[in-house]
């Protein structure tokens, strides 16, 4: 199985990555949009792993917001994304959920924790203004749990399916 841990968008929340996403496709930005039920944020990033990790996510015990910021690139990983404001119990929750891998002996992407959620996969600006042209609206939603997320190459392209939530540990 190929895995990552995650936050899934609300249904309000999801229309409005959804919404911001076909404002930056409106104003000219080329690429490959992904499709709104694939809209995540990732905590960690494990990959390859032959088992269902489920029991390793940590609860949320005192649920907090998170809130949409300027969307940006990652020039090196060719993503468009939306900005996700930082905040001390988003970064902690993403330490949470790394320590508890790392004590669990499950090995996980160490990047620096920069939250955002993809939009657009290798995007083309038809000029480098074009982001700060789009206005977009600071939503906010509230973050009760943490997920498990398969990663299946189908056909159609890439399908991310939530298959643990931190609520369902036993
Ligand atoms: P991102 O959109 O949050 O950057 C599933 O592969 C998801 O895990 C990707 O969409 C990507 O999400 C994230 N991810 C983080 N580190 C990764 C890595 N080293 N390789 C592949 N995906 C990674």
Known sequence: ???FIGLEPTAEFRQSLAELQAQL????????????????LTLAFIGQWPEDVTAFLPAVSR?????LSQPGIFQEAKVLY??????????????QVRRNLDHAG????????????????????????VLTSIPFSPVSMTVR??????????RTGMVYTVIGRSGERG
């Not at 496709?25 to 995540?40: C, K, V």
């Not at 499950?106 to 203004?129: E, G, M, V, Y």
């Not at 749990?145 to 189908?154: F, G, K, N, P």
Request: glycine share 4%.
């Open 82 to 95: 939306a900005g996700v404001q930082p905040s001390e119990e988003l970064a902690s929750l993403a330490e």
């Open 106 to 129: 499950i090995p996980c992407d160490r990047q620096p924790f920069c939250p955002h959620i993809t939009l657009i996969r290798k995007p083309l600006l038809p000029c480098a203004s």
């Open 145 to 154: 749990e943490v997920c498990l997320y398969s990663s299946v190459h189908e």
């Open 63 to 67: 649920p907090f917001s998170i809130t």
């Open 25 to 40: 496709l409106r104003a000219g930005i080329q690429g490959r949009p992904l499709a709104p039920s694939n809209f995540h």
């Open 1 to 3: 199985m190929r895995l």
